[in-house]
């Protein structure tokens, strides 16, 4: 499959009247974020720098193929200490009717005691009101973490060392520390990257194309 990802500048994602810019399609996920930092400090931009958005598509691929009704849909606000443990410390603090609003409400207790210390540790969900969640019940999903090196990436020369697999993004970024400054990875500093996987789960099920 062939992706591709679109970078908008969208005021208010939630609201009709929404100022919505496409800036560009690009190749990969990394360009389409380089283009971010080539624009965010512009003029118009640089007065709402968080509401710029990827969107990853697949060319020749319908969208909305079944059409579309209005939604309402709210954003729920948690804190959650270890996102895969089943001993996770989970805290909703609040359901707002924008994306916008969920992230203002961060921003108001980001600095307070518990929350300062895992200032990474929040997550926004989408929901749509009367909608049914999990309706196949669930099952338990072993998620694990690869911390990627990838130098050059998306050139001829591109060089990919996968550092470790962890149980938890906190403990990839505890690796990044005990490495960034070894030969090698401190020429290289931007070049690590988190993935989240699934264990047990097969990827690239459709095979792929050069």
């Known amino acids: 499959m062939q992706k591709v990802y679109v970078l908008y500048y969208i005021r208010d994602i939630t ?4 100022n919505k810019k496409r800036i560009g399609t690009y190749s990969s996920y990394k360009l389409a974020k380089e283009a971010e930092n080539r624009v ?4 118009g931009f640089i007065d709402y720098p968080n509401e710029f958005y990827i969107d990853e598509y697949v060319i020749d691929k319908d969208y909305w193929a079944d059409g579309f009704k209005a ?3 709210v954003y ?8 895969i443990i089943a001993d996770e410390n989970e805290k909703r ?14 921003n108001r207790v980001k600095d307070r005691p518990g929350f300062i210390d895992y200032p990474d540790d929040f997550y926004i969900s989408e929901y749509v009101i009367d909608k049914d969640y999990w309706v196949d019940g669930f099952k338990e999903k072993q998620k694990v973490y690869f911390l990627y090196h990838i130098r050059y990436e998306d050139t001829d020369d591109e060089d990919v060392k996968i550092v470790g697999i962890y149980s938890s993004a906190k403990q990839a970024k505890l690796a990044i520390e005990r490495v960034k400054n070894k030969p090698g990875f401190i020429n290289f500093p931007d070049g690590f990257q988190i993935i989240k996987g699934v264990l047990n789960r097969d990827g690239w099920c459709e095979g792929f194309i050069k």
């Open 76 to 83: 729920v606000l948690y804190h959650i200490r270890d996102i």
């Open 15 to 18: 609201i009709a009247a929404e």
């Open 93 to 106: 603090i609040g359901t707002y009717t924008s994306y916008k609003l969920a992230q203002e409400a961060k």
């Open 71 to 73: 939604m309402q849909k």
């Open 40 to 43: 965010k400090d512009l003029t």
